[in-house]
T-cell receptor, first 114, second 115 residues
């Protein structure tokens, strides 16, 4: 059974700092991995998707990497801003193509202080 | 930019009552999903739906749950006889193709409170 773990559970940084959020998963047979952002009481906003054959994806100040064989992904946020404060979730989709469910980690609560 | 929408945003019901949660997926998407998040816990998969049938479901999705696409735009989740432990945020999601590059887009959620 796939398990997804995110470390740290919470992170507080001053504005402008670069930071890394970690995600690990127990079964390396994944189809893809998605990073989401969740604001309090709100839905999930997709940030980046990395296919199993890819090593990284970039969108603006965000860069996500994937090391499938070791079961790890990182989300790098450059020059953090107070508006980046949210919970960041990592989710993996199992391999095979006919399984659609995403398995989520519990998230990292990020606070960026002005 | 197209979005997944969900109604109502908050539903309060008595234990044992039936509830229907509604979703309008993004218009050109073909795959639809329901997830839930109990307060303080992980987001959990419930069911996926394609071509008017369930393609995958979790152990949570028992006989009390059902899904339907009653017309070309709506996708619903019905809970027949709600229990206290069904209290959660329910998210609808949709995606285009189900392929390797397929992003699942989530709606804002319906908070279900069972009293």
């Amino acid at each position: 059974k796939q398990e997804v773990t995110q470390i740290p559970a919470a992170l507080s940084v001053p504005e402008g700092e670069n930071l890394v959020l970690n995600c690990s998963f127990t079964d390396s047979a994944i189809y893809n991995l998605q990073w989401f952002r969740q604001d309090p009481g709100k839905g999930l906003t997709s940030l980046l998707l990395i296919q199993s054959s890819q090593r990284e994806q970039t969108s603006g100040r965000l860069n996500a990497s994937l090391d499938k064989s070791s079961g790890r992904s990182t989300l790098y946020i450059a020059a953090s801003q107070p508006g980046d404060s949210a919970t960041y979730l990592c989710a993996v989709r199992p391999g095979g193509g006919s399984n659609y469910k995403l398995t989520f980690g519990k998230g990292t609560l990020l606070t960026v202080n002005p | 930019e197209p979005e997944v929408t969900q109604t109502p945003s908050h539903q309060v019901t008595q234990m044992g009552q039936e509830v229907i949660l509604r979703c309008v997926p993004i218009s050109n998407h073909l795959y639809f999903y329901w997830y839930r998040q109990i307060l303080g816990q992980k987001v959990e998969f419930l069911v996926s739906f394609y071509n008017n049938e369930i393609s995958e479901k979790s152990e949570i999705f028992d006989d009390q749950f059902s899904v339907e696409r009653p017309d070309g735009s709506n996708f619903t989740l019905k809970i027949r006889s709600t229990k206290l432990e069904d209290s959660a945020m329910y998210f609808c999601a949709s995606s285009v193709s189900g392929g390797r590059a397929d992003t699942q887009y989530f709606g804002p959620g319906t908070r279900l409170t069972v009293l």
